[in-house]
């Protein structure tokens, strides 16, 4: 009796043990969390004055930081309390935020990709099934789009043997090397291809004269994790963007090429696409939920890479990102300085919205520049023209949106963009604000100009 | 060892008297009849509302789509949920291999091995257990068992196969082994409360029937208590079954996403309802009516699990 008393108290303490690790577990795992919570605010919509907002997790360092913000340098302004309304922004998926916008749940819907962009290839659009409908509502030029932040996207990965050991030297990948890893055609981390482009992760052997005898690649013969969204997401779709402009011949999407399931036959492609190559991954890869569940599975993952926001990385985790091989052939790190200069080659032709609504030149991947870090996008606000017209909520709603976003926008110490730069994000260039301010302008509400004050 | 449980005697005669009551309570009636016909009602318009949604893709992949093979999301498809089906049937077996055996076990120990006064806490346990939201386990199995799995786990299963079927492939912690696994301590609850409560009505004198007839308690255990409380048994197992079937949240975080034919435990994949969870937001083409598609297939295979459930309950009633 004695005995089974003192194993049932072990089991009994056991249990507690593990339900006390399971709470430890939710504590450190609070930005996963809010990544996770799909539906919480997208039942706010209930409450007919609050402004929505949510879409692209990419934005969501940016929005997080800048809505408090906003909120206390009006209360400032006015003497005042802050004004009420400006719900929490959701990092719902960049799809998702042009679909809320469509159906009425946002006030605002972010993405990476504009919504009405269509694949020169195909001439299909990415948002077929939303944007096109007799309705007002799926009519494109009833939104007006509008620029708000350019960040760069970086490769973060897991290898603690060679971050320790070469801790100045991040691990270089180009084009082709990141088109081999996401398509399955390279598996290790010492595959030649990125042991040659790596000459400063080496073990080097000298004799007693001091000279080097030989000189081995020192990257580990650990697989290859490729880490992608597995929820529809602007930032694959600026990543495949880059994968096309840069390596386009390599980053071929064939079935048996590579690790490529042979089981997994090609329908109508789409690329590049919010869908992370439509579903045509190679069988190591890892699917994940929004930015932070990508940076989360390779924080979980030894011999992972995976593509996500700068500001993940630079705010939230500990990990490097890798340094890329731009189109100039120099080696760039991934910073702000460098996504500016990627973003300035492409001034010549700015983005810009045409009469029916379609943004055009908003893609700015693989700059010329010799410090140009080549992944990198402007992130989409996207806002119904007039909301009377097309029922989103009273003219008070219409101008907080339009004042927040023309705060949001604009440069200077206390402006939004100065926001921006904090949280790892490029302010916008000049021309691009003008953009900004002229899609503003055209908000009306029931055929008048809102009135910025 | 046991309290009796009172039955309810003489149920339809209570029934009979309550449906002849006084014309007073004519409004209550009506309102009880109201509240009925509205639930039948909303049942069937959820029902009809998920076919609508997913008519497009019904109409579009066929009987391919419990058959295919390729799932192309992001676009109009094509869309073939045979793996996600398979991922779900895997995921499900693997936690009632490891739950269904513990379970059943802890159920006897939690009855007759652990001291009277241990019982209730063991019984408060099994409970809190069970009062655990799912996304919290899915957080246990992201934070502690992918580590766990892929650094020591996955090489050892590798090692007794020799990486051969089914312990082949890369050994990254997420797979459908990791999904069952955390599948499994979220049913054992269910498994554990529902057989204890199974075995506690075995009648006494058979147990002791058994005793005095100079049986061990393992043969007891073998001989009388599980083959009495089997369709019982059966009935926890099943609904145990449901919820790993329709669990959506914890198996999305472990299993790693990636739909493909699964080729090993370690294979990544997704189950009917992770998938539905990870791709909802997708706007393109189908991709939505083929989700409400998952939907179907998901609620006709947990419906006739409860129905099997339910007949198993009914024959026990009926035998007991």
Known sequence: MKKTLRRNLGVAIATIGLLSTMA????????????????STDGLAAAASSINMGGSSFDEPFFNAAIPVYMS??????????????????????????????????????????????????????????ITGAGASTTLSNYVQIPVVLGGVGLMYNLPSVTKKFPKNPVILNAATLAGIYDGSITSWNDKAICSINPKIVNVKKNKAGKVTSSTCALPNTPVVPVFRADGSGTSYIFMDYLKAAASTSFAITAGSGGISTTKPIGTQVFPNTTFNQGQVPTAGLGAQKNAGVAGDVEQTVGAIGYVEYSYILLQHTLPAAQLINAAGKVVSLNAANVATDAANFSATPPSEGTDGVVSHFSI??????SAYPIAGYSWAIVPQDFKKLNAGSQAAETLVAMFL?????????AGQNVAQQQGYVPLPSYVRTLAASQIAQLTYNGTKIVLN | MQTKEPGIHGSSEVAERVSH????????????????????AVVLIFVWSVLHAAWPALKQNGYHLITGTAWVAGGNGPFGAFSLILDTLITTL???????????SSA?????????????????????????????????????????????????????????????????????????????????PTIVAISRDVISVVPVDLIEGGLSLGATRSQVFTKVILPTSKIGIMGAIVLGAGRALGETIAVAMVIGSNIQMPHSLFSTGGTLASTIATEFGDASGNTGAALAALALILMVITASVNAFARVLTNRAKATA
């Open chain 2, 108 to 188: 006897l120990a939690l009855l007759f091995l652990v001291p009277p006064k241990f019982r209730t806490l063991g019984a408060s346990l099994v409970e809190l257990l069970a009062a655990v939201p799912s996304v919290v386990y899915g957080l246990w199995g992201l934070w502690y068992l992918t580590p766990w799995l892929s650094h020591t786990v996955q090489p050892f299963l590798a090692g007794i196969t020799g990486s051969n079927f089914p312990f082949n492939g890369p050994q990254e912690g997420f797979s459908l082994l990791l999904a069952g696994i955390v599948l499994s301590v979220m049913i054992l």
């Open chain 1, 24 to 39: 430890v577990s939710v504590a450190n795992a609070a930005t996963l969390t809010g990544d996770l919570t799909f539906t």
């Open chain 2, 21 to 40: 009551s006084a014309t007073s309570d004519r409004p209550y009636k009506i309102v009880l009849k109201g509240a009925a016909f509205f639930f039948g």
């Open chain 1, 365 to 370: 991947v693989n700059g010329l520049g010799a």
């Open chain 1, 406 to 414: 023309d705060w949001a926008t604009q440069s200077g110490s206390t």
């Open chain 2, 94 to 104: 693997i936690a009632l291999l490891i739950a269904v055996p513990i379970g059943i």
């Open chain 1, 73 to 130: 340098q009006a209360a400032k302004q006015s003497g005042s309390s802050a004004p009420t309304g400006l719900a929490l922004y959701s990092p719902t998926g960049s799809t998702t935020g042009k679909k809320n916008v469509v159906a009425g749940t946002y006030q605002v819907g972010a993405s990476d990709v504009p919504m009405g962009t269509v694949n020169q290839a195909t001439g299909t659009s990415l948002d077929s099934s939303i």
